[in-house]
């Protein structure tokens, strides 16, 4: 049996209970509506970057109108605390970013005015550094998606060999940042331009900046940009961190054999329209029906991609040696987007560890961002003097000195220039086989 009284008591701790449930509905409600509070625009020579800093995780929805062109992005439960006077500055693929009327009370909405049809993506970003949570708007020009086709034969003789260069991360992504607030997108974007101006000096080079000031450059359209250049060698530049700040020294990094491999099955799955990417042979690769050798065909041109890269990479060490501590002695192999082009030899290089105080204030000095560019510039130069790709002026006009060391014979040192013993006497008016150490050699490609 209930009493009335027992009812009474029982509605009451209910009506109770439901104004708790309100009351922290209510709570949440109020404390989940996020804030957009920051717009910033990047822009890019084929790209723009717009993100939106908002307090927490972004819910949001996004669809383009046309006529005229515009992106519309309605953030759910959140509010703007932007103004939106002066967004833009210079960047001549939006016109305008405003707000318009919210779909529902609570939700915002921004638009983008846009000058073209841009390709698009919109995703989150999770908190990092300095940054909190961010909603991202990629838009890319639509030709630079299409691929450039290269034919390495009917290229011009006599080309530059064109080294592209990756200054690591830009823009919305500071790479690591050190104790003592330097960022590593700075110090690497210096360390490119100075390397830059070190190899367009260079008779028969010619630098490719893949990042040229303060901006992102997603991981996949490295090698695409480089590929665009028909970049020859594409270095890509970091700083190292790390937890504790003991660690320092620098260290180059190649392509894991496991993660090209399942690189190039995949090559092989579109071979139709990935055949330029495996450099001379892909013509074949692309015609023939018989898979077996397609995969023989692009794995060779794979491997000696592979082996290109860690030629160079070694090149790289024996100069970053004298210019500074090493914390790897051989180079490291890794799974990295950005090494992964099957076409191009690609090294990242890891400067010095950012983490480590010593370390920072040289990355940080001209003096010895200069020295790490000298370094790397005559790394380049050497693995070009012994892999000048066909048609290109390096390969026409190469002539170097070499100076006989101890135990080295005419035979040995034809072996490493890839000349023959007779060329090598013709071209030193030389009447026997024996050399002596120290004498100097001249060494001309033989044609
Ligand atoms: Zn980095």
């Given at each position: 049996m209930i009493t009335n009284y027992e009812i009474k008591i029982i509605l009451s701790y209910t009506l109770k209970l439901l104004l708790l449930f309100f009351t922290l509905c209510i709570c949440i409600k109020s404390h989940a509506a996020n804030s957009i509070n920051g717009i910033r625009v990047w822009p890019a020579p084929d790209n723009t970057r717009v993100v939106f800093d908002l307090v927490q995780k972004p819910d949001y929805k996004y669809f383009s109108l046309s006529s005229p062109k515009r992106l519309v992005i309605d953030f759910n439960d959140s509010k703007s605390l932007i103004s939106f006077q002066n967004i833009i500055k210079e960047d001549h693929r939006i016109k305008k970013i405003r707000k318009s009327k919210p779909k529902s009370k609570n939700s915002t909405r921004i638009v983008l005015e846009l000058a073209d049809n841009f390709q698009l993506t919109v995703f989150p970003l999770a908190p990092t550094g300095q940054y909190g949570n961010r909603l991202v708007v990629d838009l890319y020009d639509k030709n630079t998606s299409t691929r450039t086709v290269i034919n390495k034969k009917s290229a011009n003789s006599n080309r530059d060999i064109?080294?592209?260069?990756v200054a690591g991360h830009g823009?919305?992504?500071?790479?690591?940042?050190?104790?003592?607030?330097?960022?590593?997108?700075?110090?690497?974007?210096?360390?490119?331009?100075?390397?830059?101006?070190?190899?367009?000096?260079?008779?028969?080079?010619?630098?490719?900046?893949?990042?040229?000031?303060?901006?992102?450059?997603?991981?996949?359209?490295?090698?695409?940009?480089?590929?665009?250049?028909k970049a020859d060698l594409l270095i890509s530049?970091?700083?190292?961190?790390?937890?504790?700040?003991?660690?320092?020294?620098?260290?180059?990094?190649?392509?894991?054999?496991?993660?090209?491999?399942?690189?190039?099955?995949?090559?092989?799955?579109?071979?139709?329209?990935?055949?330029?990417?495996?450099g001379g042979a892909g013509e074949t690769i692309k015609n023939t029906k018989d898979d077996n050798l397609a995969i023989t065909l692009a794995d060779m041109s794979k491997e000696h991609t592979m082996k290109s890269s860690y030629e160079f990479a070694t090149h790289v060490l024996k100069q970053l040696k004298k210019v500074t501590k090493l914390h790897k002695k051989q180079p490291e192999g890794l799974s990295l987007a950005v090494l992964k082009a099957p076409d191009i030899p690609s090294v990242l290089i890891?400067?010095?560890?950012?983490?480590?105080?010593?370390?920072?204030?040289?990355?940080?000095s001209s003096v010895h961002q200069q020295k790490l560019a000298k370094a790397i510039y005559t790394a380049v130069d050497s693995y070009f003097i012994r892999?000048?790709?066909?048609?290109?002026?390096?390969?026409?006009?190469?002539?170097?000195?070499?100076?006989?060391?101890?135990?080295?014979?005419?035979?040995?040192?034809?072996?490493?220039?890839?000349?023959?013993?007779?060329?090598?006497?013709?071209?030193?008016?030389?009447?026997?086989?024996?050399?002596?150490?120290?004498?100097?050699?001249?060494?001309?490609?033989?044609n």
């Open positions: 064109v080294v592209a260069i823009g919305d992504d500071p790479g690591s940042i050190g104790a003592r607030g330097s960022y590593e997108k700075r110090i690497t974007l210096a360390i490119a331009k100075k390397l830059e101006k070190l190899i367009n000096n260079h008779q028969g080079m010619k630098a490719a900046m893949i990042r040229t000031s303060d901006y992102y450059v997603a991981h996949d359209r490295k090698p695409k940009l480089a590929r665009k250049n530049l970091h700083a190292d961190a790390f937890t504790s700040p003991k660690p320092s020294g620098a260290s180059v990094l190649v392509q894991s054999t496991r993660r090209a491999n399942s690189e190039t099955s995949r090559v092989i799955a579109n071979r139709q329209k990935e055949s330029e990417l495996l890891e400067t010095g560890f950012i983490s480590n105080p010593t370390d920072e204030k040289d990355l940080n892999n000048s790709p066909e048609g290109t002026l390096l390969a026409a006009t190469k002539e170097i000195d070499h100076n006989i060391i101890h135990g080295e014979s005419l035979s040995v040192v034809a072996h490493r220039y890839k000349v023959s013993v007779e060329h090598l006497k013709k071209t030193n008016n030389l009447t026997s086989n024996t050399v002596r150490v120290g004498q100097t050699l001249k060494i001309k490609r033989e």
